[in-house]
């Protein structure tokens, strides 16, 4: 039982901060382009410049 009041703490702060982490995400616009990453990949150019 004196475990818990140590996990139970840390659970909560460790949720706290991946719930921070996914806004602070979203506001920083890391999903709005889902589909492009996808079409780069696929992309043949890889950068260079064609001689």
Excluded: C, H
């Amino acid at each position: 039982m004196n475990t818990l009041v140590y996990l139970i703490p840390i659970a909560l702060v460790l949720g706290g901060l991946g719930l921070v982490a996914f806004l602070w995400a979203l506001k920083s616009g890391q999903y709005e382009d889902l589909e492009g990453a996808s079409w780069r990949v696929l992309d043949e150019d890889d950068g260079r410049p064609q001689t």
